[in-house]
């Protein structure tokens, strides 16, 4: 038996439970979002929600978190080393990285269902395939078994603070690494008893995070752009890097006070933001006219991406932002929407739906409507009306996504109401 279906099953009776609860907790999120977001106001939290796409935070590693190491022998002088003994001296940025998707990246129950599909479906071509940017380490230690829990810890620090160049024309191989003492990144006066320190301008940079944020296959097809979305976009020339918007300036440690007294009192958060307070400063709605002539209305909507740096919604395929807009006049009269979203086909024309399908064998992109970096975009409706009586006409954003995970379910999040009335 490998490494992996060992892991695989010894996890199943666990999965199960952890995927039954966290079904029911989407379901409930997204009501508590839709619900907070629907009666905005003094009642309204101010406060930020996560998205219901998180998961719980079971710990990938034995241990429940960092260990009290703060010893420079700890440090894997030819290999990687766990998130858990960074941790130990870099407290501050180890609790905002345990918080991101990059700490879940092989543990969201969001992957792991539709890794198990991909496995089934496609055997050792997609365990190569999803490895290679849901747990990055597998390119250099070819642990594909999942054996080592270093490797379990998904977009671990030792891998990003490792990487010395990428070059995003090879797909198949971005990455150039060099595992050991060296750590890279953006201090560029840093001194570490523990390991080495090099300024990296490579981590200021979208590249970077474009190695992974980016999947073209080997058959062309593009079908996760999200650099290549940013890189097209105005942020690119004005340069504003993916780190401007998800890796922001907060007051905390470089490293604890025991370790070095007079270390950075600023860190680059690692959590990524991405909650749905982000999601809802990308987009805007405004009604521009609603026009009535006899019995028909002819409406006009602008949605504005004024927050993205990139398309929205990116990412995996199945994501997609609905407009719907509706005309009242005491009851509901009409109904009409525009989807927003990149659809992809197999070789043979079959559109591809689930995320995993999609990866694996998607062709091309037959429709790419998607609302591009600060693009405005004009939609026409019209509807048969009355021909007298005042009417409402509510224009709303929301956000789709509906994962595998055990049974189907679908986060739905209202982004922006506007309404408007016509005499
Ligand atoms: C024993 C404590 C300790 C441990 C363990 C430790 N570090 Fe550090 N690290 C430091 C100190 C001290 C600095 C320097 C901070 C400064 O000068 O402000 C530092 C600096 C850094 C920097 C900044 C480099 C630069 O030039 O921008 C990175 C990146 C880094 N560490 C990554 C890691 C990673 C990854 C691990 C785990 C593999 C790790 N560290 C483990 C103490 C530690
Ligand atoms: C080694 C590959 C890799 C690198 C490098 C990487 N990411 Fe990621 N990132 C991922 C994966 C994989 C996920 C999705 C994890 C999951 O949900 O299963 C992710 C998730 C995210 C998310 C959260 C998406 C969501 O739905 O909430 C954001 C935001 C993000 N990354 C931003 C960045 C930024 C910014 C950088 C560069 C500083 C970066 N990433 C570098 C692989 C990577
Ligand atoms: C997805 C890649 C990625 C992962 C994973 C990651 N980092 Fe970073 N880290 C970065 C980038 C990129 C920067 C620089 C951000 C910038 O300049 O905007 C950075 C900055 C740093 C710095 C310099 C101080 C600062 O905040 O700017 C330290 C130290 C550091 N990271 C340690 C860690 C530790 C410890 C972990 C794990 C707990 C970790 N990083 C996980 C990409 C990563
Ligand atoms: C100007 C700010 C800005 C920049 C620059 C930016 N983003 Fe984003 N990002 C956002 C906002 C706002 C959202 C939420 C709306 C959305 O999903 O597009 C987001 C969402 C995301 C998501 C989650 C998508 C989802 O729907 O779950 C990922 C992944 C991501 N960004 C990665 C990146 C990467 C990689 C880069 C650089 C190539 C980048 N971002 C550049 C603002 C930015
Ligand atoms: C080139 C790198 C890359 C490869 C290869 C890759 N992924 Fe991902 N995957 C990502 C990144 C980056 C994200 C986060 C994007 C986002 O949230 O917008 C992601 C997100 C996902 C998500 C959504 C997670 C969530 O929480 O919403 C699923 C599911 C997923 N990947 C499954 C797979 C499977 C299965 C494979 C193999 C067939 C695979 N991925 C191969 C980079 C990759």
Redesign the pocket.
Known sequence: MSGLEVWLRRSRTCRLVRLAGFAAVVALSSLVAAKNLARPGPSAPGGETKLPARPPATPVSPKPGPQP????Q??NAHGY?SAM??G???IDIYDSWKKSLHAFSLSDPVFDAAFMLALRDAGDEARRLCLRCHAPLTIANSDFDLREGVTREGVS??FC?TVVAVHLDNYEKPFVLEPGLV?????R???????Q???SQLHETAEFCGACHNYVAPNGARIMTTYDEWRAGPYASEGRPCQDCHMVRRVGH??SAD??ED??KQIHLHDLIHDTGQLRSALTAQVLSATRTGDSLAVEVEVENIGSGHMVPTGVPSREVVLTVEVESGRRLATQERRYHKVLVDKDGVVLRRDFEALLRAAAVVTDNRIAPREKRLERFVFVVPDHGTLKVRATLSYEYAPIILDQREINIELVKVERYVP
Request: charged share 10%; glycine share 2%; aromatic share 2%.
């Open positions: 190491v703060h010893s420079p700890a440090i080393t003994v960074c130990s001296c870099h620090c030792d603070h750590k890279r990144s953006v201090l006066n840093a001194a570490s008893p523990a390991h320190v090099a300024y470089v490293v370790v070095k270390s950075g």
